[in-house]
């Protein structure tokens, strides 16, 4: 199945907040003890910036603390274990991306079921994922890459935030895509990857727009395409990979709260209903939107079934590009 269109995924967040107008009875003494979201990506990607956002509007909501916690490795599936496996009160939150969520079981064996051990909260954050390279990179255009990659083949290199990342499956399917042959060069996070694209020691980078905007901005990164039916409104001038000439490819990050499954349902309520409030917030719409994304609007159970679609249509792109667990 197709991945949902931003445009499909705007909902009436006002409505949404309809269904949770009254706390259960039960959750109303949720939380008693701070809360730890859990992040399977270093500090200063997109993942870490959103999670970071949340704490600081949850803390100060709920009047609890709440700490953000990085496990970073094994395609950000620690961070989904650990959550997976912790006590089932609610005070183990999982921000997570479709890396861990619906890419990762694909290639890796992992101890715990994605699908089943984690309860989805509701959708967070969609970003498009966009091919960069450096500011001093002599490629000015999506064709200017395919070419060097024809008359150079293996000897370009993408980085990505890691093996089974979406940067990874976005950068493999341009591979497919192109018919050309670009070498994966996994990083424990996209700010390390971005310091070997600066300097030139990679040439480029199938990025979140969370995690490249503050980059392009900045002056550091050239945009090329994003990797949507659409562009993204921060960078209007930057061509949509279809329109670069290159069809077919749709790679967005999408970005989603959990928590660990057997969790009570009114907690489950009583933290979608949070999490609809703070996304309603404007400043924190402005920020996700200043990242080049949309907010999310989907709820527990419209959420859930998305990474059900997500999970197959990732099952599928990792078959027909090949993708291995060793990252080639």
Do not use: C
């Not at 715990?112 to 990179?137: E, R």
């Not at 727009?209 to 921060?234: C, H, N, P, W, Y």
């Amino acid at each position: 199945m197709a991945f949902p269109t931003r445009r499909r995924l705007a909902l009436s967040l006002a409505a949404l907040g309809l269904a949770f107008a009254a706390a259960p009875a039960f959750a109303q003494a949720w939380p008693d003890k701070p809360l730890r979201i859990m992040v399977g990506a270093s500090p200063g990607g997109g993942t870490d910036i959103l999670a970071r956002m949340l704490a600081e509007k949850f803390a100060a909501d709920l009047k609890q603390s709440v700490v953000v916690e990085n496990r970073p490795g094994a395609s950000n599936t620690i961070a989904a274990e650990m959550t997976a496996k912790a006590t089932a009160d609610g005070t183990t939150l999982l921000l997570a991306t479709n890396t861990a969520q619906a890419i990762a079981p694909h290639l890796l064996k992992l101890k715990f079921d994605p699908l089943k051990d984690l309860q989805p909260i509701g959708l967070v954050a969609v970003m498009p994922n966009v091919l960069v390279v450096s500011s001093s990179s002599p490629y000015k255009s999506v064709k200017d890459v395919m070419a060097a990659m024809a008359d150079k083949p293996g000897q370009l290199k993408y980085a990505s935030s890691g093996i089974g990342s979406t940067q990874h499956v976005a950068g493999e399917a341009f591979n497919l895509a192109t018919n050309t042959k670009a070498i994966h060069v996994p990083y424990k996070g996209s700010s390390q990857a971005h310091v070997d694209i600066i300097g030139g020691d990679v040439t480029m980078m199938f990025d979140s727009t969370s995690s490249a905007m503050g980059q392009i901005k900045g002056g550091k990164f050239r945009a090329l395409a994003v990797m949507s039916d659409r562009r993204a409104a921060e960078i209007p001038d930057v061509p949509t990979m279809s329109e670069a000439g290159v069809k077919g490819i749709d790679v967005q990050t999408w970005y989603g709260l959990y928590v660990t499954a057997g969790t009570p349902r009114p907690v489950v309520d009583a933290l979608t209903a949070e999490l609809v409030r703070v996304l309603k917030l404007p400043d924190v719409q402005a920020r996700i939107k200043g990242m080049g994304g949309d907010v999310g609007t989907l709820t527990a159970d419209g959420f859930a079934e998305m990474n059900r679609q997500e999970f197959e249509r990732f099952r599928k792109l990792v078959k027909d590009a090949n993708i291995k667990a060793d990252g080639q």
